[in-house]
């Protein structure tokens, strides 16, 4: 893993937080993220900005991730907001954004760790430069924790070589992902996450062509944020499928902005959908059973996706760049 040194900073107590500098805004549901916080909280001290960090519980299931988010109140340095209900992924970010204090906000999910040390002052660096964004990354083990989660391992560490800072910034919009960015406030106030999107699944990528609309200046650096939650292959492609069934249910609004439903309208438009709809119904249970598997080939993962889309897409639509 190949990060960018950490700025030189002279060790010094933490800034006040009465009025923060950045605040750190990390939404969770029956995740206890307690590592995540207190590795922040670590950070946080040895900055000369100040550094909030606000968990927002949305209403956990599970007793013990819920006690574990109120165990982390710390006055002003650390607060959790938990809604009476559930109000899903965009709405809680929404949420975390307008309670937050500070003039940039930090995007974190609540399975992620930072690799090193010097993460938050990679980004408190960031805040003086020319960007309204800041997209850091994500980065996953390089041991593959168990076969169990052989599908969704082996899919982003194959993703890794082509989400380098480099490659991002080449198309800066279209490779957003909200794992780990920083924000602007008042930008993120203006154009914050579409709440109409409930369901799971490509809300990153309509996040990231908003941002394009409103003309936010948008940089990828390299400040990774490790995934440490890896789904088993069963719950990953079941997930896969959740979100290709939003893209399919948001055709005119998401698919001229995603790469695989680009790919399946030109399949289309050549009068190829049948002849794709025939191969993915006769394939579909011996792919399935692959990618249930041990050793799962990414190459397969793909095809899947493409016969699926291909399925669940309505008929008679069409994108267009």
């Known amino acids: 893993m190949n990060i960018t040194p950490a700025p030189t900073l002279a060790p010094q107590a933490a800034a006040s937080v009465a009025c923060p500098r950045l605040s750190v805004l990390i939404p969770t549901f029956n995740y206890d993220c307690t590592l995540l916080v207190r590795a922040l909280d670590r950070q946080a001290k040895d900055l000369a900005v100040g550094v909030e960090i606000l968990v927002g519980d949305d209403a956990s299931t599970h007793d013990e991730v819920a006690k574990a988010c109120r165990s982390l109140e710390d006055g002003a340095a650390i607060r959790c907001l938990r809604p009476a209900h559930n109000l899903g992924r965009a709405a809680i970010r929404n949420l975390l954004g307008r309670e937050a204090r500070g003039e940039w906000v930090l995007f974190l999910d609540s399975d992620g760790l930072p690799p090193d040390p010097h ?13 309204d964004v800041v997209c850091g990354g994500i980065v996953h083990p390089h041991q593959q924790p168990s076969t169990a989660v052989s599908l969704r391992y082996r899919y982003e560490r194959h993703a890794e070589r082509s989400h380098t800072a480099a490659r991002r910034n080449a198309a800066p919009y279209a490779a957003f992902r909200s794992f780990n960015f920083m924000i602007r406030r008042s930008i993120f106030l203006a154009a914050p996450f579409d709440e109409t999107l409930r369901d799971y699944g490509y809300e990153d990528v309509l996040f990231g062509h908003r941002l394009a609309e409103a003309g936010a200046r948008l940089t990828h650096i390299d400040n990774p944020l ?35 439903s680009l790919h399946l309208m030109r399949l289309r438009r050549l009068g190829l959908g049948p002849a794709v709809d025939w191969c993915f119904g006769k394939a579909e249970c011996t792919l399935r059973r692959h990618l249930l598997g041990r050793r799962p080939a990414v190459w397969l993962f793909n095809c899947y996706k493409l016969g699926y889309l291909n399925h669940v897409w309505p008929c008679g639509s069409t994108t267009r760049r």
């Open 119 to 131: 993460f938050l002052a990679r980004y408190a660096e960031s805040m003086d430069g020319n960007a």
């Open 226 to 260: 490790l995934n440490c939650d890896i789904e088993d292959n069963a719950t990953f492609l079941r997930k896969t499928e959740e979100a290709l069934r939003t893209l399919a249910a948001h055709a005119p609004l998401l698919g001229p902005h995603v790469r695989l």
